[in-house]
């Protein structure tokens, strides 16, 4: 019984593959991508990038606790979301942070908003799902229904 209730309490992992999207739009980078910022830095990708127009609200994908809102170096503007047995998500050029360190978020719960200013390095909203230090591919997270992708 214990076993059972401890899978019970890890909805973040029992929902793999239908979380929902932070926000919808079209997929821009996938995880473990090489990407050339507007910079000309090149890097691999940790996560993805989605592209939304300016003023698009920024959901939470599962329910938590907020563990960080604010500037990170190499990310910006930033909202982290420990869901639990060490899942944490990610999103980061959010433009307006609604989001404070400390609070409880539900799964939708508006957590930020995009604009232009927080994509002057590299495009879209960037998002990361983690598991302690592990990074893990979102598309095989999320429900991508909500998602335009291109092929490759």
Known sequence: LEKKDELLDQGFLQSKGSIPTPIEGTLLTRFREKTTNRLGIKSVSKGISIQ???GTVVHAV????????GYLRGYGNSVI?????????????VDRLLAKKGDVVKEGSEIGIMGDTATLMSEGLY?????GSEFLDPLKW????????KSN
């Open 62 to 69: 599962h329910e938590g606790k907020v563990m960080f809102s």
């Open 81 to 93: 979301v420990n869901h639990g047995y060490q899942y944490y998500s990610i999103v980061s050029r």
């Open 142 to 149: 999320i429900d991508t229904s909500k998602l335009i992708i």
């Open 127 to 131: 998002f990361e799902i983690r598991h």
């Open 52 to 54: 939304a127009p300016p």
